[in-house]
C-alpha cells in the first residue's frame, strides 16, 4: 500500500467511525438533532479531505489554533493536523504505533504525545501529503517547533505564523502582518488568489458563530444545566474544523434551540444534576465515553470550560476581514493560557465559578503539557480563594497507557464525596 | 589515557577570584557591595532580556539561575510541577526559599514555556517590587525587529517609571561600550581554544562565564583582562582525546564538563546561552537610528535559541563553530521538557551528519555533574570518535 492509500483508509476509517456513532445514537429515544448534524459536519469535512488529489485540490496541513479562516477564503482544503492524528489514532486503535514512529524519528517523550504523534502520523503515512505545512506558536512550544520536521518529512513547503504574547495594538499589528506574508505565501504556492469578499462572509459568519457559543453558554448556567459533560468538545471542534462555515452557524442555531428547549421544561443533562463543575484542560480522549457514564451516574455535569469555551470579550467586523481575524486569535478561550498569567486571566476563572455557580473543578494535567500543568498550583490557589476545591488528575490526553478507567473513578468517587460533605 | 593531559601547566590565580564569586552564589561579595551603596539590583531569566537598560539606570542586572548543582526542587516541583524544566524549576525554587531575595526586579521573556511560566508564578509567589515580561518575536524579519524594538522601547519606559528618571542616550552608549568590551574579552578567551592544545579547559571557561553572570561588568572586564595575561604567559596547553563542541540547554555546572575533559574529551567550544550565545555578537551602533535600536536588534539578531525561526539559522552558526573549532563530535545536553531543543535534536543531527560530526545526544537534569550512565555514553562516544579518526 502506498502511503498516499494508507492515509486515505485512515480517513476512511474516520468517516466510517463517524456514520456509525451518528446512526448508533439516532437510534436513541431522545437523540440530539444537533448531534448528528455534528457528526454529519465530520464526514463531510473528512470526504473532502478523502477526496482533495481527486478534485485537484490544494491540502494546506495547519496545526490548532491556526487561522484556518483564511484557508478557506481561498478555497483550499484544510487538515487540521492534531485533530485529524488523533482521531485516526482514536477510531483505529493505532495510537501506539503513531507515539513509536515519533520516537523513531528522534523526537524525545518529553515531546507531548499530541505533537509527537503528530510527526509520527506524517511519517506514517496516515495523513495525506500535505500541498504546504502551516502552523504557528499558539500556544506552546510543541505547536512553534512542529512544523518544520513535518516539512521535512513530507517534502512541501510551509509557513510559520509568529503570535506575539501579549495583546496591544502594536502586537496585533503585527500578527496582521504575518497573515498577510502568509497569504502571499499561499498565493504564491497555489497559484490562487485570496478572495476577500468570501473571506468578509466568513468573518462575517465566525462572529455570528461566537456569539452563539457565548449564546450556549449563557442557556448552560440554568440549573439543571441542559448540556451534557463532554458536549464542549463539540463546541470547540466546531471552531477547530469550521470557523466561520455556514454548517457550523446551522449546527450551532439547533444546539441552541435544543437547550433552550429544555431550559424551558426544566430538564437538565443529568436526570439528578448534584455536582457542577469547571473542566479545566482536555480529558483524555479515550475516556469521554467513560466520563459521560460517570458524570450521569453520579449527577455531576461539566457547565463551564474557561479555556475551551469561554470567549474574551469583543466582536468580528467584516469590513475589516484580516485584522478581524487577527483580533480573533486574541479572543479565543485559550489564549488566556498564552499570554502573561496575570490577574486578567485568573479573574476569568473566578468570574467562571461564580457566574456558572461551581461546586468543584477538575483539572486534567496532561503530562506532556507544559504550559498548563505549570498553572496547577495557581489556579487551585486562586479558586480555593473562592472556596471552590480542585481536583487534579494526572492523565495523558491522547496515550491510553497513562490512565486507566479505574483509576481515574476511584479518584472521581473520591472528589464527588468530598463535594457531598460539604 | 583517561584525562587531559597538562604539559606542566601552571596555576591561573585570576580563575581562583572568579571561582570565589560562584562559591558565594547567589549573594555574591560583589553583589552586596552593590546593594551597600544603595543601588539597585535586577533579576533576568533569558538572554533575550536587554541587560544594557537595566545597566545604564545604574541597576546591577544578574542571571537568575539555580545552584550549578543539583538541588531539592521540591517547592519548585510543587509549584511549576515536574513536567516543567529542571532549570526552571530550580531557580523558582531559590526564589521560594528567599535566596533572591534582594532582587529589586525581574526581567524575562516570552522564550519558551518553562521561562515564561516562571515568570508568572515568580510574579505571583514571590514578593520582587519590579516585573517586566517582554514579548520576544521568533522571526528575523524587519516586522520582527520592528516589534522587538517596540517592546525595548517599552520595557525602558516602564523601568523609567519604576526610577523616576529617564535612562539617557548617553547612558546606553556607555553602557553598550561596557558590554561589548565584555564580549570581546570572553571571545578572546574563546579563540584560545581553537588552538590545537588550548590553554584553557572548557570547565575552567565555565566557571569564568558563572561569575560574569553575578558581578558587575566593570569590574569582572578587568578580572578578565588579568586573565587573559596569565593566559598569554602560561604557556599552558590541553590536549585530549577528541575536540569536542556542548550543544543544548542552559548549562552552568563545570563539573559536568570537567567529566567529560576528565574522560579525555576535550570541551573546545559550544552554543550554550551560558556561554556563547551569552557573549555572541556585540551591539553594533553603525547603522543603527539609536542606542535602543541598537540594543534590540542585537538581542534578536544574537546566535540564536532553539525557539527561533528558521531553525536553519542556529544549524548553521552550530556548524561554522564546529568547523572553526575543528571539533570531531558534538555533545548535545538536553535538560529533559526543554522542548525547543528536543524538537531541533533531529534535524540538527541530521545537518551535523552531513558535515561528517556525530552527535552524542544525552538527556540531563539541570545541574547534574554528569556522573554515572552520562560518563559511560561519553566513554563510547568518545572510544567511537578515535576510531573514526584512525
Known amino acids: ?422 | 589515557m583517561a584525562d587531559n593531559t597538562q604539559r606542566n601547566n601552571i596555576k591561573l590565580h585570576t580563575l581562583d577570584r572568579f571561582r570565589e564569586i560562584n562559591s558565594t552564589f547567589p549573594k555574591t561579595s560583589q553583589l552586596l557591595e552593590h546593594k551597600r551603596r544603595g543601588k539597585k539590583v535586577f533579576g533576568w531569566l533569558c538572554t533575550y532580556s536587554p541587560e544594557e537598560i537595566m545597566h545604564a539606570a545604574d541597576i546591577l542586572p544578574i542571571r537568575i539561575t539555580g545552584y550549578s548543582q543539583e538541588t531539592e526542587l521540591d517547592e519548585g516541583n510543587a509549584y511549576l510541577y515536574v513536567n516543567n524544566c529542571s532549570f526552571s524549576r530550580s531557580c523558582l525554587q531559590l526564589g521560594l526559599k528567599g535566596e533572591y531575595g534582594f532582587l529589586d526586579g525581574v526581567v524575562g521573556g516570552s522564550t519558551c514555556d518553562g521561562a515564561r511560566r516562571l515568570f508568572d508564578l515568580w510574579r505571583n509567589y514571590i514578593g520582587t517590587p519590579f516585573h517586566h515580561v517582554l514579548t520576544v518575536p521568533r522571526k528575523y524579519t524587519e516586522k520582527a525587529h520592528a516589534l522587538y524594538y517596540h517592546e525595548v522601547a517599552q520595557f525602558k519606559k516602564h523601568l523609567e517609571d519604576f526610577l523616576g528618571f529617564e535612562i539617557t542616550d548617553e547612558a546606553l552608549h556607555k553602557s553598550i561600550e561596557l558590554y561589548n568590551e565584555s564580549r570581546k574579552l570572553l571571545r578572546e578567551l574563546s579563540d584560545f581554544r581553537k588552538l590545537d592544545s588550548p590553554p584553557i579547559t572548557g570547565a575552567e571557561t565555565m566557571e569564568v562565564l558563572n561569575a560574569s553572570f553575578h558581578m558587575p561588568k566593570e569590574i569582572f572586564n578587568q578580572w578578565l583582562k588579568s586573565l587573559l595575561e596569565e593566559i598569554s604567559a602560561s604557556g599552558n596547553s590541553h590536549t585530549g582525546r577528541a575536540r569536542i563542541m556542548l550543544i543544548g540547554s542552559v548549562l552552568t555546572n563545570p563539573e559536568f564538563i570537567k567529566s567529560i575533559e576528565k574522560q579525555g574529551g576535550l570541551v573546545v567550544t559550544d552554543e550554550l546561552c551560558t556561554s556563547t550565545r551569552y557573549w555572541g555578537d556585540p551591539v553594533l551602533l553603525e547603522g543603527a537610528k539609536s542606542p535602543l535600536e541598537a540594543i534590540s536588534r542585537r538581542y534578536l539578531n544574537n546566535f540564536p535559541c532553539a525557539r527561533m525561526f528558521p531553525s536553519d539559522e542556529r544549524f548553521n552558526r552550530i556548524i561554522d563553530f564546529a568547523l572553526d573549532f575543528k571539533v570531531d563530535g558534538v555533545i548535545s545536553q538536553i535538560i529533559r521538557y526543554c522542548v525547543p531543543y528536543c524538537h531541533d535534536l533531529p534535524l540538527l543531527t541530521k545537518r551535523l551528519k552531513a558535515q561528517g560530526i556525530p552527535t552524542l545526544a544525552l538527556d540531563v537534569e539541570y545541574g547534574t555533574p554528569g556522573s554515572g550512565q552520562i560518563q559511560t555514553r561519553v566513554q563510547a562516544f568518545l572510544e567511537m570518535l578515535e576510531a573514526k579518526r584512525k
Request: charged share 25%.
Open chain 1, 1 to 422: 500500500m502506498t502511503s498516499a492509500e494508507q492515509g486515505n483508509s485512515k480517513i476512511k476509517a474516520i468517516i466510517r467511525a463517524c456514520r456509525l456513532i451518528m446512526r448508533m445514537n439516532q437510534a436513541l429515544p431522545e437523540a440530539r438533532k444537533s448531534e448528528a448534524m455534528y457528526y454529519q459536519m465530520l464526514i463531510n469535512y473528512f470526504t473532502r479531505l478523502l477526496n482533495a488529489r481527486e478534485n485537484g485540490d490544494f491540502v494546506a496541513a495547519h496545526t490548532v489554533f491556526f487561522p484556518a479562516e483564511l484557508i478557506y477564503a481561498m478555497d483550499m482544503v484544510p487538515m487540521h493536523a492534531e485533530t485529524t492524528t488523533w482521531m485516526t489514532a482514536l477510531f483505529t486503535g493505532e495510537c501506539s504505533d503513531i507515539l513509536a514512529a515519533g520516537a523513531e524519528l528522534g523526537l524525545a517523550y518529553e515531546i507531548c504525545t499530541p505533537h509527537r504523534g503528530l510527526a509520527g502520523a506524517f511519517a506514517l503515512g496516515v495523513l495525506p501529503r500535505p500541498d504546504v505545512m502551516l502552523w504557528s506558536n499558539m500556544v506552546c512550544d510543541n505547536t512553534a517547533k512542529s512544523g518544520e520536521l513535518i516539512m521535512e518529512i513530507c517534502n512541501c513547503p510551509g509557513f510559520f505564523i509568529d503570535h506575539p504574547f501579549k495583546d496591544s495594538e502594536y502586537e496585533r499589528n503585527y500578527l496582521v502582518g504575518e497573515m498577510e506574508d502568509m497569504v502571499h505565501f499561499l498565493e504564491e504556492k497555489s497559484g490562487r488568489k485570496m478572495d476577500w469578499d468570501k473571506l468578509s462572509e466568513i468573518v462575517a459568519r465566525m462572529d455570528r458563530q461566537i456569539e452563539l457559543v457565548r449564546e450556549v453558554n449563557e442557556l448552560r448556567k440554568a440549573v439543571p444545566t441542559p448540556f451534557h459533560s463532554q458536549g464542549f468538545l463539540e463546541l470547540v471542534s466546531s471552531d477547530y474544523l469550521f470557523p466561520g462555515q455556514p454548517e457550523a452557524i446551522e449546527y450551532l442555531e439547533t444546539l441552541k434551540q435544543e437547550l433552550a428547549d429544555a431550559v424551558k421544561e426544566g430538564k437538565g443533562a443529568v436526570s439528578n444534576e448534584r455536582f457542577r463543575l469547571m473542566t479545566l484542560f482536555l480529558p483524555p480522549m479515550h475516556l469521554m465515553a467513560f466520563l459521560e457514564k460517570i458524570s450521569q451516574e453520579y449527577g455531576a455535569v461539566s457547565v463551564v470550560e474557561p479555556f475551551f469555551t469561554y470567549w474574551g470579550e469583543g466582536r468580528l467586523d467584516p469590513t475589516k476581514p484580516l485584522e478581524s481575524v487577527a483580533k480573533k486569535s486574541y479572543m479565543i478561550p485559550e489564549m488566556r493560557m498564552y499570554g502573561p498569567m496575570d490577574e486578567r486571566a485568573l479573574n476569568s476563572i473566578v468570574d467562571c465559578a461564580k457566574q456558572y455557580k461551581v461546586d468543584g473543578a477538575i483539572y486534567y494535567a496532561d503530562v506532556g503539557c507544559r504550559h498548563t500543568c505549570a498553572t496547577i498550583k495557581l489556579f487551585k490557589d486562586t479558586l480555593n480563594n473562592i472556596d471552590v476545591p480542585v481536583l487534579t488528575l494526572d492523565c495523558d490526553v491522547v496515550d491510553p497507557t497513562a490512565t486507566s478507567e479505574e483509576e481515574m473513578g476511584d479518584k472521581l468517587e473520591q472528589f464527588f464525596e468530598l463535594l457531598e460533605d460539604r
